[in-house]
């Protein structure tokens, strides 16, 4: 593929059941699409979950993700985002000897604060745009991390 | 009524009008096996290998247009079925394939025969269960042969641990489906038939592009019909042969990569492809960027992953196509006929030019007259079947097709040792018709014990071995391509094949001259038991025209004027 390639936020309802992870994230290994990150969980009072998956490809690419998707039989929609609101969520450890005000105010500037502490470490959460996130990992840098996770994103259509 | 998880597969096969089962009986499936003993609701046909068992219920379901069933055992009962699986979900043939599984106490504990048959089957079917409570069964099993013959038809497997068929449940078939999740397009958009019609009036050069789903949706009378009305003239996939007759006056041919000089013309010139039922293969379109490169493109199709997936189309209409054919019929009369009639003279010039032919020789019978001259001794009396390689293409080349459930062929993930068990299966559905398998000294090894199948259940297929002690397409790749380094393709080293045939209580012929052949299919037509006709033919023929692998079709290799011997 030479078209260029573009980051997509796709969401899909999928039906409860066994193995129906499996056949999202086998679609996209067999037919050689990307996954950068995928959050799952259920749909309060229903018997269906979404996903939101965060791919890349060619508008070629991404329409065929979209209907090879559909296609699975447990799947009922599938959100090609156009207009969305997206956020992601991080987690970081920071030995308790750095400067904890500097964290604390870093950490407010992109929706989050320190949520534990501990003996030895304390943990920071965060909620942003994943650009943003990029931005917060980024700064935190100085301050020692021991170790990052990120949620990867959930998104909502305006 | 209380029964069993494996009765409950009895009954519901019997409920879905089942009438053949192709298996291989084992451990984990052995419940299921007992409740087959007992019932007379269905011929239960032993194969001799899991994989002919999934090919024999592609052919019955392609000859029949009936969902096919095959039944197997966990482990490598069910990985040798496999490859049955993936040719069906290639060439969207409606399958339940039904298999055991180790007891849900030893799901997971690397029990003897346990694979994991559902992770396994996911990418090759277009749907799976495991089914973990025999309360499920009816209604998985009833949703299994809706979704294998529904939308684009496909194969479905059913995973059974071997406790659940030893369950006894309450059984009731008289369900509702619930399938708000699956709900198959297929009705076309008015709207946008409308559209495609308008712009088949203003085309100049338009083609129809007739597609395998064409036979699927048994629409080939319609489309006849269609191209009648319009005079557009029309091109054939492979997979589509005998959706018009071979005499058709507007039939152009096969296209592809083995297609007709005229075909790949037609469709390099063509102003509008009108593409029914069929999915843009690469070995139909050659170089994409170069296909059809100055035409609009209206594609129809059910499944609406196959539309613009590898050429763009101008006129997308999601539907079945014979519901769309039939809509569009409608409104044939905005279409002019006449408005073509140069169109259709350049496309006849193209033949002419370079007409679908081959030259004989004196010493050796060419390939291609045996297949023709079956066309002329049986007609539209045989079925025909193929197994993968020159012989293959040969038979689509060259068979006179009347009509469509004619031919059957692996044609997506080109299976060599479908032929054999898939003729066999053709036959059961079809006994009135005579059942030949074209094959080569190649892939006729790959599924010959079928030949115990074939004799024990009386189902007498004639298996033509175009025999050139070649595997005889790789071959010819390693002449064009690889400077004639024919790397592990030399079959000088071979079986008697008229022993091995008789050795299974076959019949076996081999032929040297043109004579021969005539009497050896005369007589095995007549004796009605399972035969094997070695035809030895010219080494070295290759399969022409031919489009090189990633080629444009104008830029065919074509047969060579005065062929050197």
Same mark, same amino acid.
């Given at each position: 593929?030479?078209?260029?390639?573009?980051?997509?936020?796709?969401?899909?309802?999928?039906?409860?059941?066994?193995?129906?992870?499996?056949?999202?994230?086998?679609?996209?290994?067999?037919?050689?699409?990307?996954?950068?990150?995928?959050?799952?969980?259920?749909?309060?009072?229903?018997?269906?979950?979404?996903?939101?998956?965060?791919?890349?490809?060619?508008?070629?690419?991404?329409?065929?993700?979209?209907?090879?998707?559909?296609?699975?039989?447990?799947?009922?929609?599938?959100?090609?985002?156009?207009?969305?609101?997206?956020?992601?969520?991080?987690?970081?450890?920071?030995?308790?000897?750095?400067?904890?005000?500097?964290?604390?105010?870093?950490?407010?500037?992109?929706?989050?604060?320190?949520?534990?502490?501990?003996?030895?470490?304390?943990?920071?959460?965060?909620?942003?745009?994943?650009?943003?996130?990029?931005?917060?990992?980024?700064?935190?840098?100085?301050?020692?991390?021991?170790?990052?996770?990120?949620?990867?994103?959930?998104?909502?259509?305006? | 009524?209380?029964?069993?998880?494996?009765?409950?597969?009895?009954?519901?096969?019997?409920?879905?009008?089942?009438?053949?089962?192709?298996?291989?009986?084992?451990?984990?499936?052995?419940?299921?096996?007992?409740?087959?003993?007992?019932?007379?609701?269905?011929?239960?046909?032993?194969?001799?290998?899991?994989?002919?068992?999934?090919?024999?219920?592609?052919?019955?379901?392609?000859?029949?247009?009936?969902?096919?069933?095959?039944?197997?055992?966990?482990?490598?009962?069910?990985?040798?079925?496999?490859?049955?699986?993936?040719?069906?979900?290639?060439?969207?043939?409606?399958?339940?394939?039904?298999?055991?599984?180790?007891?849900?106490?030893?799901?997971?504990?690397?029990?003897?025969?346990?694979?994991?048959?559902?992770?396994?089957?996911?990418?090759?079917?277009?749907?799976?269960?495991?089914?973990?409570?025999?309360?499920?069964?009816?209604?998985? +099993?009833? $949703?299994?042969?809706?979704? =294998?013959?529904?939308?684009?038809?496909?194969?479905?497997?059913?995973? %059974?641990? &071997?406790? @659940?068929?030893?369950?006894?449940?309450?059984?009731?078939?008289?369900?509702?489906?619930?399938?708000?999740?699956?709900?198959?397009?297929?009705?076309?958009?008015?709207?946008?038939?409308?559209?495609?019609?308008?712009?088949?009036?203003?085309?100049?050069?338009?083609?129809?592009?007739?597609?395998?789903?064409?036979?699927?949706?048994?629409?080939?009378?319609?489309?006849?019909?269609?191209?009648?009305?319009?005079?557009?003239?029309?091109?054939?996939?492979?997979?589509?042969?005998?959706?018009?007759?071979?005499?058709?006056?507007?039939?152009?041919?096969?296209?592809?990569?083995?297609?007709?000089?005229?075909?790949?013309?037609?469709?390099?010139?063509?102003?509008?492809?009108?593409?029914?039922?069929?999915?843009?293969?690469?070995?139909?379109?050659?170089? +994409?960027? $170069?296909?059809?490169?100055? =035409?609009?493109?209206?594609?129809?199709?059910?499944?609406?992953?196959? %539309?613009? &997936?590898? @050429?763009?189309?101008?006129?997308?209409?999601?539907?079945?196509?014979?519901?769309?054919?039939?809509?569009?019929?409608?409104?044939?009369?905005?279409?002019?006929?006449?408005?073509?009639?140069?169109?259709?003279?350049?496309?006849?010039?193209?033949?002419?030019?370079?007409?679908?032919?081959?030259?004989?020789?004196?010493?050796?019978?060419?390939?291609?007259?045996?297949?023709?001259?079956?066309?002329?001794?049986?007609?539209?009396?045989?079925?025909?079947?193929?197994?993968?390689?020159?012989?293959?293409?040969?038979?689509?080349?060259?068979?006179?097709?009347?009509?469509?459930?004619?031919?059957?062929?692996?044609?997506?993930?080109?299976?060599?040792?479908?032929?054999?068990?898939?003729?066999?299966?053709?036959?059961?559905?079809?006994?009135?018709?005579?059942?030949?398998?074209?094959?080569?000294?190649?892939?006729?090894?790959?599924?010959?014990?079928?030949?115990?199948?074939?004799?024990?259940?009386?189902?007498?297929?004639?298996?033509?071995?175009?025999?050139?002690?070649?595997?005889?397409?790789?071959?010819?790749?390693?002449?064009?391509?690889?400077?004639?380094?024919?790397?592990?393709?030399?079959?000088?080293?071979?079986?008697?094949?008229?022993?091995?045939?008789?050795?299974?209580?076959?019949?076996?012929?081999?032929?040297?001259?043109?004579?021969?052949?005539?009497?050896?299919?005369?007589?095995?037509?007549?004796?009605?038991?399972?035969?094997?006709?070695?035809?030895?033919?010219?080494?070295?023929?290759?399969?022409?025209?031919?489009?090189?692998?990633?080629?444009?079709?104008?830029?065919?290799?074509?047969?060579?004027?005065?062929?050197?011997?």
């Amino acid at each position: 593929m030479t078209e260029n390639s573009e980051r997509r936020v796709v969401s899909v309802i999928v039906r409860n059941e066994a193995s129906v992870l499996s056949r999202i994230t086998d679609l996209f290994s067999g037919r050689g699409y990307n996954i950068t990150s995928l959050t799952v969980a259920p749909i309060p009072e229903s018997r269906y979950s979404r996903l939101t998956i965060v791919t890349s490809g060619s508008v070629r690419v991404i329409e065929q993700i979209t209907k090879q998707l559909h296609k699975l039989i447990p799947v009922l929609r599938v959100y090609e985002h156009a207009d969305l609101v997206e956020k992601e969520m991080a987690m970081v450890k920071f030995p308790i000897t750095e400067n904890l005000s500097d964290i604390s105010t870093l950490c407010e500037a992109y929706n989050g604060k320190i949520v534990n502490v501990g003996e030895n470490i304390i943990i920071a959460m965060v909620a942003d745009e994943p650009k943003r996130i990029d931005n917060f990992l980024a700064v935190i840098k100085r301050y020692n991390p021991k170790e990052i996770v990120r949620s990867g994103s959930v998104a909502l259509e305006r | 009524m209380q029964i069993s998880g494996a009765q409950m597969v009895i009954e519901a096969l019997i409920a879905e009008g089942v009438t053949t089962v192709f298996g291989y009986p084992g451990g984990a499936i052995m419940n299921v096996y007992d409740e087959i003993y007992k019932q007379d609701g269905f011929e239960h046909i032993l194969t001799r290998h899991e994989q002919a068992a999934v090919h024999a219920a592609e052919g019955y379901s392609k000859a029949s247009g009936k969902v096919g069933v095959a039944m197997i055992t966990s482990g490598p009962g069910f990985t040798n079925a496999v490859t049955g699986l993936a040719d069906a979900y290639m060439d969207s043939i409606p399958l339940v394939v039904i298999s055991g599984q180790v007891p849900m106490s030893l799901i997971g504990t690397d029990a003897f025969q346990e694979i994991d048959a559902v992770g396994i089957s996911r990418s090759c079917t277009k749907h799976n269960y495991l089914v973990t409570d025999a309360k499920d069964l009816p209604r998985i +099993l009833k $949703e299994a042969f809706y979704i =294998a013959a529904s939308g684009r038809p496909g194969p479905v497997h059913v995973d %059974i641990p &071997k406790d @659940v068929t030893a369950q006894i449940e309450e059984f009731n078939y008289d369900i509702e489906l619930d399938l708000e999740t699956y709900k198959p397009h297929v009705k076309g958009n008015p709207r946008q038939i409308k559209k495609a019609i308008e712009a088949i009036s203003k085309a100049k050069r338009p083609v129809f592009y007739l597609g395998g789903g064409i036979i699927n949706a048994n629409a080939a009378y319609e489309v006849r019909d269609l191209v009648h009305r319009t005079g557009i003239p029309a091109v054939e996939t492979f997979m589509a042969r005998g959706v018009l007759p071979h005499d058709d006056e507007l039939l152009i041919g096969m296209l592809g990569m083995h297609g007709s000089y005229a075909s790949n013309m037609a469709m390099s010139e063509t102003d509008l492809v009108i593409a029914l039922g069929a999915r843009f293969d690469d070995r139909v379109t050659g170089k +994409l960027s $170069e296909f059809a490169k100055n =035409a609009g493109v209206i594609h129809v199709d059910i499944d609406p992953a196959s %539309i613009s &997936k590898l @050429v763009n189309a101008d006129f997308p209409i999601v539907g079945d196509v014979k519901n769309v054919v039939v809509d569009m019929l409608e409104q044939a009369d905005r279409i002019n006929s006449n408005h073509y009639e140069s169109w259709r003279e350049t496309v006849s010039n193209f033949d002419e030019l370079h007409p679908l032919t081959f030259h004989e020789d004196s010493d050796r019978i060419k390939p291609q007259w045996v297949v023709k001259r079956v066309g002329e001794l049986l007609g539209d009396n045989a079925n025909i079947s193929t197994d993968v390689g020159q012989h293959q293409m040969w038979a689509g080349q060259f068979y006179p097709f009347t009509r469509p459930r004619q031919f059957i062929s692996s044609g997506g993930l080109g299976t060599m040792g479908f032929g054999f068990p898939a003729a066999m299966g053709v036959k059961s559905a079809s006994p009135e018709k005579t059942s030949i398998n074209f094959t080569g000294d190649g892939s006729i090894l790959m599924n010959c014990q079928e030949l115990m199948t074939a004799v024990e259940k009386k189902l007498p297929v004639i298996n033509i071995i175009l025999n050139n002690n070649y595997l005889g397409m790789v071959r010819q790749w390693q002449t064009l391509f690889y400077d004639k380094r024919h790397s592990e393709t030399d079959l000088s080293v071979q079986p008697d094949f008229v022993k091995l045939a008789e050795a299974f209580g076959g019949i076996g012929y081999r032929v040297n001259t043109k004579e021969e052949f005539d009497a050896a299919l005369k007589d095995a037509v007549e004796k009605d038991i399972v035969a094997f006709i070695e035809v030895i033919v010219h080494r070295l023929e290759n399969v022409m025209p031919m489009v090189p692998s990633g080629g444009s079709l104008f830029n065919m290799m074509l047969l060579e004027k005065k062929e050197t011997k």
